[in-house]
């Protein structure tokens, strides 16, 4: 029997925050268990960023966020199979990372995306912007998002 439309694979995009960690947690507690899940951890490419420069070294670093991604995923995956998703980690770069979040779910054909929210306000919203809300508002998909604790 084909699985359900409700049952279908739930892309978890995960950083190893407290409040990642949180999403999923909630997600066990809302959706079915026993379902797919993709533990997607992304990361910025150095050479994204103004300060990086034409410097030779960055592609060790690059190589040493890419291990250190892959990590953080599988902590994340771990997590999920824990709560009861079966669940597998994916580490990527790009940017925006809303955007690669986006992208993930649609290649997975994910049914939901679950991800924490870091609560920013004031100035750091202004800077660092909200991934979370950036995902809601480019995807057709649901989107839940579980805010940090106080």
Known sequence: ???????????????????????????????????????????????AHPFAGEAAAWGVLEDDFEEEAGKVAEEGARLARSVGFDAMPRAQSGIPVWECIVSSAADHDAEIVVMGSHGRTGIGLVLMGSV?????????RPVLIVHASD
Request: hydrophobic share 40%; proline share 11%.
């Open 1 to 47: 029997m084909p699985p359900r439309a409700s049952d279908g694979p739930v892309l978890f995009a995960y950083d190893g925050s407290d409040p990642a960690k949180g999403a999923i947690r909630e997600a066990a507690r809302q959706l079915s268990s026993g379902r797919p899940g993709i533990v997607l951890t992304v990361w910025e490419p150095l050479a």
């Open 132 to 140: 979370a809300a950036a995902v809601s508002r480019h995807t057709r």
